[in-house]
């Protein structure tokens, strides 16, 4: 079966650094996504890995590796606004995407 | 990024009734379309997907006939939840893609069924 594993929740502190890890077992890998989710709202597009390495965008940065089927989601100087879910999705050989449960990630002052 | 407008973004409505979610693609042609139901405090569940022009392809569990998926334009795809019931009351939210590119997302539609 397809199966992604992320941990259910995280607490940090405010101007921390916090890393998400995601560990997948899919059939076929046509990319990986992490969305970020507020409570009530739709997902929001964080990121896309396809290939090996580290993509970095402003505070987020996002490391795939597809022979370990691990990836992370590193969020630098955490600000009260970044307490959200995260969810990490592999889009399948079917293109489909395959959702992880999320990480509902809570950053104290 | 691209932008789906999804509407309404809440409806309440009587048990029995239907509710139409609209979304619209508004600078991308969206060729397949993604509807998912979220329920409190769990993962999006993929509801069905859809090809512009052609049959929505239905998960395990969802029944098709009460769920209607029309994505009859490159722009525009619609559920219709029929005769609804409180057990339907969740967050809907649709995904358009064109191509292998990363998925959009709509605002998202809180149904409430009373």
Redesign the interface.
């Known amino acids: 079966g397809q199966n992604i594993d992320q941990p259910t929740e995280m607490t940090a502190t405010e101007g921390a650094i916090v890393q998400i890890n995601c560990t997948y077992q899919t059939s076929g890998f ?2 990986l ?1 992490w ?1 970020q989710q507020h409570a ?6 964080l990121s ?1 890995n396809v290939l090996d390495g580290l993509e970095e965008k402003g505070r987020f940065s996002s490391f795939l590796s597809r022979s370990k089927g691990y990836s992370y989601l590193l969020l630098k100087e955490l600000q009260m606004k970044d307490s959200a879910s995260y ?1 990490c999705a592999v ?1 399948d050989s079917n ?3 395959i ?4 990480t509902k990630l809570i950053i104290k002052p | 990024g691209a932008v789906v407008s999804q509407h309404p973004s809440w409806v309440i409505c009587k048990s029995g009734t239907s509710v139409k979610i609209e979304c619209r693609s508004l600078d991308f042609q969206a060729t397949t379309m993604f509807w998912y139901r979220q329920f409190p405090k769990q993962s999006l569940m993929l509801m069905a997907t859809s090809n512009e022009g052609s049959k929505a392809t239905y998960e395990q569990g969802v029944e098709k006939d009460k769920f209607l998926i029309n994505h009859a334009s490159l722009t525009l795809s619609t559920l219709t939840v029929t005769s609804a019931h409180p057990e339907d009351s969740s967050f809907y939210i649709c995904s358009g893609r064109t191509g292998d590119t990363e998925a959009f997302f709509g605002q998202g539609t809180r149904l409430t069924v009373v």
């Open positions: 046509n990319g996504f969305y009530g709202e739709a997902p929001t597009f896309y969810l889009l293109y489909q995407l959702w992880g449960a999320g």
